[in-house]
């Protein structure tokens, strides 16, 4: 697993899920933490549905072994 530095990370939205077996289908990144929360927020609204802003912080790839990650 490979930490993301602060310049490389993103930010996406999704609705919340419901239920342990709900899809989670974020689908757009935001640049800023700022403009996801809005997002979210206008989404929330529209929808009356609680939405989530979710941050990237690490890559893992194929092959990589765990380290206490996300997994």
């Known amino acids: ?8 990370r993103f930010w996406m939205v999704c609705r919340k899920p419901m239920h342990p077996g709900a899809r989670t289908e974020p689908r757009q990144r935001y640049g800023t933490r ?4 809005e997002t979210a927020g206008r989404l929330a609204n529209e929808t009356n549905a609680p939405h989530l ?7 893992i ?11």
């Open 61 to 71: 790839r194929p092959g990589e072994a765990k380290q206490g990650g996300l997994f």
């Open 1 to 8: 697993m490979t930490e993301l530095p602060r310049f490389a």
């Open 34 to 37: 700022a403009e996801a929360e």
């Open 53 to 59: 802003v979710l941050e990237t912080v690490a890559v």
